[in-house]
Structures are given as C-alpha cells and as structure tokens.
T-cell receptor, first 113, second 114 residues
C-alpha cells in the first residue's frame, strides 16, 4: 500500500489567498484525522471523520477553516482567507477505527506570507 | 476529559546509553495508550501500543513501554540508543473521556550524541 498521500508537500501563499490541502487515506480505513503541528502548540487535532461523516470538528480554529470528505478515498482541508498565523505543518492520518493505529501522511508545510 | 503529559520536552543522551521518556495520562477509566515517533520532516509512525493484557509492551527498534495503572504512566524505554533514534516522540491516550479520539502529548525531543 502507498500509505496516506498528501498534496501538496509544500505550499507558499500570500495572506488572503485560498489554500486547499488534499489527502488520500489508506484504502479500507474508515477514520480520517486532520492535524496541525506548530512549535508553539504542538500537534492539534482539527477534525475527525468516520465513514466520511465529520464527527468532531471542535478543533477547527475558526470559520476560515473547512474540511470535506466527499468519499472514502479523498478529503480536503480548505483555508479561506489564509493568514500568516496559519503557517504550520498539516498532517492527515487514517485508521481502521478511532482507537486503532493511526497512519500519518508526510504532511503539507504551509507558509502564509 | 483525558489528557497526556510528557514531562520532558528534551532529553539529551549519549549513544549506547539507556533512555527513558516519561508519559503520564489522566483518565479514571480504562484507556488505550500509544507511543509514536516522528523523524525530521516526516509524519508520525507507531512505535508501540497498549490495548490490554501484559503491562510490558515491546515495539519496533528495540523500544518498550510499561503500563502502570496505579501511577497512570506509560514510560518509554530503550536499553541502548543509537544516533538514528534522534527524533520527536509522542505519547497518546484514547479512551471514553475523549470519545475514544486519541489525545497527543506535546512530544519529547530525544537527542542522541556520539
């Protein structure tokens, strides 16, 4: 299996622009997680999907952030408009169930200028 | 609610020395416990996990951890570290207090010196 795939690996954008991060989970996994990692806050859970349905989005910072999972093999995290404080590494992870081992993607390093 | 405390943000150690990375969790009920490792510029990957049974859990790369329910701890150990073990290590807990969604600690940076 190719593992969890994220794109792009790096994104540099200017403040105010829309950013879309993409994730393809491991086939057969029904749980998907989006995380944000920064030096200041560590690893933060943004949103958790189960069977393509958002279950817990309490970690989504504000209305500028939105996430979708239109099918079992694809998810997006969108930031509109982006701000410099959104600069971070964003990880997608998938698992068979919420208590099972999470498999992380390589991450997307986002820089907002 | 559940939480995880990793007591050391950074642990320097010399190559071939033993190491212990500490993790304490707060939960009054049964939990699942995990240790993940993150190498530079990579995602996290599982080292080991405790679900039930034996309190001593062995993982990859020679690491092991011991679940201590009375002390609510899950410390990670390795008897002899290598330069290649230099990485960030995360402890995580999953249980009913958090709807079984894993909560991660802040991480411990293990730095192995030659």
């Amino acid at each position: 299996d190719a593992g969890v795939i994220q794109s792009p690996r790096h994104e540099v954008t200017e403040m105010g622009q829309e950013v879309t991060l993409r994730c393809k989970p491991i086939s057969g996994h029904n749980s998907l997680f989006w995380y944000r990692q920064t030096m200041m806050r560590g690893l933060e859970l943004l949103i958790y999907f189960n069977n393509n349905v958002p279950i817990d989005d309490s970690g989504m910072p504000e209305d500028r952030f939105s996430a979708k999972m239109p099918n079992a093999s694809f998810s997006t995290l969108k930031i509109q408009p982006s701000e410099p404080r959104d600069s971070a590494v964003y990880f997608c992870a998938s698992s068979l169930g919420r208590t099972d081992t999470q498999y992380f993607g390589p991450g997307t390093r986002l820089t907002v200028l | 609610a559940q939480s995880v405390t990793q007591l050391d943000s950074q642990v320097p150690v010399f190559e071939e020395a033993p190491v212990e990375l500490r993790c304490n969790y707060s939960s009054s009920v049964s939990v699942y416990l995990f240790w993940y490792v993150q190498y530079p510029n990579q995602g996290l990957q599982l080292l080991l996990k405790y679900l039930s049974g034996s309190t001593l859990v062995k993982g990859i790369n020679g690491f092991e951890a011991e679940f201590n329910k009375s002390q609510t701890s899950f410390h990670l150990r390795k008897p002899s570290v290598h330069i290649s073990d230099t990485a960030e290590y995360f402890c995580a807990v999953s249980g009913p207090g958090g709807s079984y969604i894993p909560t991660f600690g802040r991480g411990t940076s293990l730095i192995v010196h030659p």
